[in-house]
């Protein structure tokens, strides 16, 4: 069992930049593939970035590419979510996912651990 508490969201201004955190209980956290989804009112859920188990490979989606950086720390047993040049679409509650597997993926079905969510508003 995991259990993944995100942290860092708030309020900024168009261009600004937040870096959402995600900790993680249990010892197998290394072996986990890790997540960042984000759903905004009224939309689906939709992937932001993921990261394998070892950090070795990433992945992001198109609307995110250059701007965010996803990182883990697996002695710290914490993923990050840079962000950076924030813009209005970028408004959402950002979740932070666990997979077992270990590789991740795009789907939300891929991830069998989710946290509660954090808050990101862009706004002036």
């Known amino acids: 069992q995991v259990q993944l508490v995100e942290s860092g969201g708030g309020l900024v201004q168009p261009g600004g930049s937040l870096r959402l955190s995600c900790a993680a209980s249990g010892r197998t956290f290394s072996s986990y593939a890790m997540g960042w989804f984000r759903q905004a009112p009224g939309k689906e859920r939709e992937f932001v970035a993921a990261?394998?188990?070892?950090?070795?490979?990433?992945y992001y989606a198109d609307s995110v590419k250059g701007r965010f950086t996803i990182s883990r720390d697996n002695a710290k047993n914490t993923v990050y979510l840079q962000m950076n040049s924030l813009k209005p679409e970028d408004t959402a509650v950002y979740y932070c996912a666990a997979d077992s597997g270990g590789l991740g993926g795009y789907r939300v079905g891929e991830y069998e651990y989710w946290g509660q969510g954090t808050q990101v508003t862009v706004s002036s």
């Open positions: 990261i394998r188990w070892s950090g070795g490979r990433t």
